[in-house]
Structure formats: structure tokens, C-alpha cells
């Protein structure tokens, strides 16, 4: 049916769970990464490019293979992104991708297309960072956050700066990279929608409450608990109107903090599959990885595909104290409960890597909260 090949940047979890989307289509999928990333694990043919996906000449020689090429991360050379989109689909386009990287950027961008964000300090080239930081505590009081513009993922890159006594610890941590600083959200609740953008315009996914802990997601939960369905909606117009600034196709993840006052304000975006949105796999008809590879090759998506079925928890599995930790929790989720569960392949564990994820559907979110109990305690016993 499908002839096209997509080539993606990337072959970790996301680009895994995107073959395994692809696979039911018949379409092929070129992944340029290391050998046996997650994602060439589960796709055998010869099209697969061995390098980074911050090399420019491997992401040519990936151009050249593939009819349409996507990411399933945004830490890419979107220099050659941009060469090779004359010759060949870049979906999104490498210029949202440009934006969306630079997290400074991206909010700047946001703000021009008056979407609510936090409001932030340009830290660069501020040749004394430890007065700098003390002039935004001035400013936005304690704590703020201090951020890398680039290279973030999983916290890696955020340092809450809680009083003027953390202001060399946070400079020690993060004063070799491209900085901002952001005025604390006081949030009472995270809330996140994958939304998807077609040649047709912008559809979305429900709203979720997201739970992070040590600034990395742990728990998503669909619906989000406690919160109106207006509240809800809004926040699919808030991420819809948000995506709707950015040129080209696929998924977007819109990660968001609902207020004390039940303002919405967006966190950041992530241009392609999130884990705010793993939960769609099991708890919609259409997952986030199927959206995302029709948005991109214009095949259909019928709009109620993306409903929830049923109230959903998921809940993710990081790398513990020993190597095995995550298998232990992934066999107990086998054996007490009727959830799906996810390994990713990643081989090693290391504390605090993502190493799968578990989504326990149930008629209702009271009932999922029940079932899932013994695996989050079990995770949190696993932290010691
Ligand atoms: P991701 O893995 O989602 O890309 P990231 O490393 O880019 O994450 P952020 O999304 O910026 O990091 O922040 C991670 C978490 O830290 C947020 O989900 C939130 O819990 C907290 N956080 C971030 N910014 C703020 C802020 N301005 N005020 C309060 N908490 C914040
Ligand atoms: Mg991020
Ligand atoms: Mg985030």
C-alpha cells in the first residue's frame, strides 16, 4: 500500500514505538542511530543508517534513502535539515525543529504568537553568571529556574535555584551551557495534550495530568483527576492554538501548568512523540505513533481515533539502585495486574533512565488508581 519510506533521526523508545506503528502499515522506516538502538531492534531491512543524528553527513545519507524524514528527537542538525529539504519531506519543518530546540527560542516564539508562557531572563553571554543570577533572584525572587536553552531532556538541564546560597552550586551545574532563567510556575497541577497537525489543520488528543518527580514525568493520567472538563478543553485550545504558530506535520507534545488561579500557561513543546502521550497506544484508537506517521504521509485520521476509550494510567519504568530493578517491576505489573507493559531494549540501566513503561486502562480512573498502586509503591521502593 505505502511505498514511501520515512527516515527518522533517532532510534531510541519513541522511534521503537513508532516502527512499531509503521510495521502495521507495511511502512518502512529508515533509523538513523547506533546499531542496535531500540528501534532497529524491532525492523529488519537495509535501510538503516549507522551514526548520530547530530552528524551531517549521516543525516544526508538518511535524506537520500527516505521519501519523508521526522525526528523523534529535537537535539538535531537541522543545518542539514534544512539543505536537504529541497530534495526530500522533512516533517516537521526543519525551521519549527530550529525553534522548538532552543528552548529560549522556542518561548520567545510562543510569546510573539501571544501563548501564555513563564516569563524568563536571557542568561547568555553574561560574562559574570553568578551576578547575573543574583540580579534574576532580585527580580523574580526565590526560587526560580534556572535552564539550558539547549541539549534538555528529563531535568537534565533545569537547576531550581531555591535560595541566593544555591546560586554557585547552580552555576557549578549548569554554567558551561547556553543559559535563561524562568520565573517559578506556582502550579497546582501539570497538564499535557498531544495535539496533531495534518495538511488538513489541528486535531488533538484528550488532556492529561502529568506527575513528575525529580523534574522527570512519572505517572500520566487520562483524564487528569479532579479537573473540570472545561479546564480540560481549554487546554486543548490552548495547545492547538500553540502548534497551530509552528509550520509542518506530525505530533506535538504540549506539556502545560494549570495555576492556582486556573490560568493555563505552556511549559514547552516537544515536536514529535512525548511521553505525555504513551497512554494513547492502549487508551485510544489511534496512538500518538499512528497520528504521527499519517500526519506526516497524509493518510487519514479519523478524528474520533483520538478519544479516550477508557480512563488510563501510565506510569513510567526508570533505571533503579541494581541493573534488574526494572525488570522486577515490569514482572510484578505481568503478574498482579491486567496493564500493558512496555521494555524498550535499552539494554543497560542506569538510575533514573527510562527504561520502559506500564498503562493500566480501567472503567474508571478510581479503579486504575486501586490497580496501580502496588507497581507506583513498588517504584518508589526501588528509589530506597
Ligand atoms: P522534558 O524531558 O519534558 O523535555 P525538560 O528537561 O525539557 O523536560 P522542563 O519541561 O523544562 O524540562 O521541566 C521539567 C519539569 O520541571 C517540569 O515538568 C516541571 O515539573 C518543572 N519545572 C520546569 N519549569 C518550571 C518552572 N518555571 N516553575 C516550576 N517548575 C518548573
Ligand atoms: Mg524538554
Ligand atoms: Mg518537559
Not at 507506583?376 to 526501588?382: L, R, Y
Request: net charge negative; glycine share 8%; with cysteine.
Amino acid at each position: 500500500m505505502e511505498k514511501r519510506k520515512v527516515g527518522v533521526l533517532g532510534g531510541g523508545q519513541l522511534g521503537r514505538m513508532l516502527i512499531e506503528a509503521a510495521n502495521r502499515l507495511n511502512i518502512q522506516v529508515n533509523v538513523l542511530d547506533i546499531d542496535k538502538s531500540p528501534a532497529k531492534q524491532i525492523s529488519s531491512h537495509d535501510g538503516h543508517i549507522t551514526g548520530s543524528f547530530k552528524d551531517a553527513k549521516k543525516v544526508k545519507e538518511l535524506a537520500e534513502s527516505s521519501d519523508v524524514v521526522t525526528v523523534e528527537i529535537e537535539h538535531v542538525d537541522t543545518q542539514m535539515l534544512e539543505e536537504v529539504s529541497k530534495d526530500v519531506v522533512v516533517e516537521p519543518s526543519w525551521n519549527t525543529l530550529r525553534i522548538i530546540k532552543d528552548k529560549f527560542a522556542q518561548k520567545e516564539y510562543l510569546k510573539e504568537h501571544s501563548i501564555a508562557v513563564a516569563e524568563s531572563l536571557d542568561l547568555e553571554g553574561k560574562a559574570d553568571g553568578d551576578q547575573a543570577l543574583r540580579d534574576v533572584g532580585r527580580e523574580f525572587g526565590y526560587p526560580f529556574m534556572l535552564k539550558s536553552k539547549t541539549e534538555a531532556y528529563d531535568g537534565k538541564g533545569n537547576f531550581a535555584v531555591m535560595t541566593e546560597e544555591d546560586v554557585p552550586a547552580a552555576i557549578k551545574s549548569l554554567g558551561a551551557r547556553p543559559l535563561y532563567a524562568e520565573k517559578w510556575a506556582d502550579f497546582k497541577m501539570e497538564l499535557a495534550v498531544m495535539v496533531v497537525k495534518t495538511k488538513d489543520g489541528v486535531l488533538t488528543f484528550p488532556t492529561v495530568e502529568t506527575v513528575h518527580e525529580d523534574s522527570i514525568c512519572k505517572l500520566t493520567y487520562a483524564p487528569p483527576r479532579g479537573v473540570e472538563r472545561a479546564t480540560q478543553t481549554r487546554a486543548q485550545e490552548l495547545a492547538k492554538k500553540a502548534i497551530a504558530a509552528f509550520e509542518g506535520k506530525g505530533v506535538f507534545g504540549v506539556e502545560m501548568f494549570l495555576l492556582k488561579d486556573d490560568s493555563l500557561v505552556v511549559n514547552e513543546i516537544a515536536p514529535r512523540p512525548h511521553n505525555s502521550g504513551h497512554y494513547t497506544i492502549e487508551a485510544c484508537k489511534i496512538s500518538q505513533y499512528q497520528a504521527h506517521l499519517r500526519a506526516i504521509l497524509d493518510i487519514p485520521i479519523v478524528p474520533e481515533g483520538l478519544e479516550l476509550i477508557q480512563p488510563s494510567i501510565m506510569l513510567n519504568i526508570l533505571g533503579g539502585q541494581t541493573t534488574d530493578s526494572h525488570e522486577k517491576i515490569a514482572s510484578l505489573a505481568l503478574e498482579k495486574t491486567t496493564a500493558s507493559v512496555h521494555l524498550y531494549g535499552k539494554g543497560d540501566a542506569r538510575p533514573g533512565r527510562k527504561m520502559g513503561h506500564i498503562t493500566l486502562l480501567a472503567s474508571t480512573m478510581a479503579e486504575a488508581e486501586r490497580q496501580i498502586q502496588p507497581l507506583i509503591d513498588a517504584v518508589d521502593n526501588q528509589k530506597g
